[in-house]
T-cell receptor
Framework: AQSVTQLGSHVSVSEGALVLLRCNYSSSVPPYLFWYVQYPNQGLQLLLKYTSAATLVKGINDFEAEFKKSETSFDLTKPSAHMSDAAEYFCAVSDGGATNKLIFGTGTLLAVQP | EPEVTQTPSHQVTQMGQEVILRCVPISNHLYFYWYRQILGQKVEFLVSFYNNEISEKSEIFDDQFSVERPDGSNFTLKIRSTKLEDSAMYFC????????????FGQGTRLTVV
């Protein structure tokens, strides 16, 4: 069975500081990994995805994530936080199986301080 | 840009009543999903739908739940006899094919059972 663990339910950074959101996964097959963002009162928007190509994946709004198989991690980073990045971030895994369903982590709420 | 549309955005219903949550997936997509997010918890997979039938369902998706695609455009989730614990945000999603393309999510329907 697949699972996702996000370390830190709340992360607070200063504007301009590095954003680092951690995600560890468990999968018995090569995983497909995703980061989604949820702004207040909105749906889930895909930031980026890893589907077995390059291990460093670039997404929207200058976010990127690195797939590290040896550490079973897929951490999300952004060099410089903006106030508009304040949102909840979800890591998700899929096995690419018959239905391609997503298994989500519990989410990390990112606060950006001025 | 194409998007998944969900109606209503909010629904309040009395315990024991039936509710129907509606979704219009992206028009050329083939795979459809319902997920739910109980307040403060992770996003959970409920059911996937392909070729006019359920392709996978979670243990949450018991006999009180049903899905259908009545007219080739709408995708509905029916909860037959709502319980207090059904209160959650329900997300509809669709994807184009199984090759791990992005799942597009709707804005969600917040269901409150009183």
């Amino acid at each position: 069975a697949q699972s996702v663990t996000q370390l830190g339910s709340h992360v607070s950074v200063s504007e301009g500081a590095l954003v680092l959101l951690r995600c560890n996964y468990s999968s018995s097959v090569p995983p497909y990994l995703f980061w989604y963002v949820q702004y207040p009162n909105q749906g889930l928007q895909l930031l980026l995805k890893y589907t077995s190509a390059a291990t460093l994946v670039k997404g929207i709004n200058d976010f990127e994530a690195e797939f590290k198989k040896s550490e079973t991690s897929f951490d999300l980073t952004k060099p410089s936080a903006h106030m508009s990045d304040a949102a909840e971030y979800f890591c998700a895994v899929s096995d690419g199986g018959a239905t391609n369903k997503l298994i989500f982590g519990t989410g990390t709420l990112l606060a950006v301080q001025p | 840009e194409p998007e998944v549309t969900q109606t209503p955005s909010h629904q309040v219903t009395q315990m024991g009543q039936e509710v129907i949550l509606r979704c219009v997936p992206i028009s050329n997509h083939l795979y459809f999903y319902w997920y739910r997010q109980i307040l403060g918890q992770k996003v959970e997979f409920l059911v996937s739908f392909y070729n006019n039938e359920i392709s996978e369902k979670s243990e949450i998706f018991d006999d009180q739940f049903s899905v259908e695609r009545p007219d080739g455009s709408n995708f509905t989730l029916k909860i037959r006899s709502t319980k207090l614990e059904d209160s959650a945000m329900y997300f509809c999603a669709s994807s184009g094919d199984r090759s791990n393309t992005e799942a597009f999510f709707g804005q969600g329907t917040r269901l409150t059972v009183v």
